[in-house]
């Protein structure tokens, strides 16, 4: 597929997405949003020095990255998140590097929103979003038990989410690296939804305070979930 091909048809094939974008913010762009929140706001869950890293080299990396390959091909970058919902509208010598990187940005500016520090929101959802949740997994407990294990058992690098699936149901998938559940032909059938709620289960998230223990870091995390930013991307998920 040539510049123009790709210009052409991206907007129409994007637009016809049944899925919804993630967090209530609409478009991401090739630029990172400001944290919400200053770096040491989620200690001593999350370490100051983390959040450094993480935010400021890791997301500023797959950006970078991201840029560079877009710009050096020509194309423009839209919105990066119809962008990696479909890669097989990206040039095929492009694709690899919009996955991961591409992935990698939307992945990281939805998860600095899915956080917020502790005590600053409600400790844990309420009203639909928590029936939903009831009705799915039985309850609150029963939901995080699976939503922990899912981000405990990834092999290696990758994430764990919180999905509303287009049946409008809620599930907990897993993606490898930095693949996300927009992703179609890249996720399997029937883990593509819309992410509500993921954590990112990469070394570079945790080692430093947590080292190997991932499932400290996840029950850690639980008391720096914005709730309020899941509940939001849920109801906007069902509308
Ligand atoms: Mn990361």
């Keep these: 597929m040539n510049r123009r091909t790709f210009l052409a048809t991206s907007g129409a094939a994007f637009a016809g ?15 990172q949003a400001p944290l919400p929140y200053a770096l040491q706001a989620l200690e001593p869950h999350i370490d100051a020095m983390t959040m450094e890293i993480h935010f400021g080299r890791h997301h500023v990396a797959y950006l970078n990255n991201l840029k560079g390959a877009l710009e050096t091909a020509g194309l423009p970058g839209g919105d990066v998140t119809s962008l990696v919902s479909d890669l097989a509208k990206v040039p095929e010598a492009l694709r690899t590097t919009v996955r991961n990187n591409g992935g990698g940005h939307v992945n990281h500016s939805w998860f600095w929103q899915w956080m917020a520090p502790a005590g600053s929101g409600p400790s844990a959802p309420e009203g639909k979003l928590a029936a939903a949740l009831q009705g799915t997994f039985g309850s609150l407990d029963d939901f ?3 939503f922990a294990e899912a981000g405990a058992k990834r092999f290696g690098s990758g994430w764990a989410w919180l999905i509303v699936k287009q ?3 809620l599930a907990v998938t897993s993606t490898p690296n930095q693949d996300n559940p927009l992703m179609k032909g890249v996720v399997p059938e029937g883990e593509e939804g819309t992410p509500i709620l993921g954590i990112d289960v990469w ?11 991932r499932p400290d870091y996840i029950s850690a995390w639980w008391n720096v979930v914005n709730w309020t930013a899941v509940a939001k ?3 906007a998920a069902k509308a």
């Design 17 to 31: 997405s049944v899925l919804t974008s993630p967090v209530h913010a609409a478009a991401i762009g090739l630029e």
């Design 144 to 146: 995080k038990k699976v």
């Design 167 to 169: 049946d409008g149901g």
């Design 203 to 213: 070394e570079h998230a945790y080692y430093l305070k947590y080292q190997n223990k």
């Design 233 to 235: 991307g849920f109801e």
